[in-house]
């Protein structure tokens, strides 16, 4: 089992910027992905980043360029950097980790960017 806990939401203005973090503990193997999804009302879920335990990154295009995603290895850590935020960035961000064929989600976090 793994557990997953998720910090960092909020409410910005849009141009601003904020931080999630997302913690992983448990049996975590040594081979994993962690990310976030995020689900807004009506919208379908989208892949927002993800970064394995050798570093590879992917960052969805309508994000790319203005969020970053790192990690750090020995604390089981990944923190989502979001700058230059605007109103459709406004969604419920999952975190999750994927190892050995299965994927843990966190209890998620909403962001809300006002314009």
């Known amino acids: 089992q793994v557990q997953l806990v998720e910090s960092g939401g909020g409410l910005v203005q849009a141009g601003g910027s904020l931080r999630l973090s997302c913690a992983a503990s448990?049996?975590?193997?040594?081979?994993?992905?962690m990310g976030w999804y995020r689900q807004a009302p009506g919208k379908q879920r989208e892949l927002v980043a993800r970064i394995t335990s050798s570093g590879s990154t992917n960052i969805a295009d309508s994000v790319k360029g203005r969020f970053t995603i790192s990690r750090d290895r020995a604390k089981n850590t990944v923190s989502l950097r979001m700058n230059s935020l605007r109103p459709e960035d406004t969604a419920v961000y999952y975190c999750?980790?994927?190892?050995?064929?299965?994927?843990?989600w966190g209890q998620g976090t909403q962001v809300t960017v006002s314009s």
């Open positions: 448990g049996s975590i193997f040594s081979d994993n992905a």
């Open positions: 999750f980790i994927a190892r050995a064929g299965e994927v843990y």
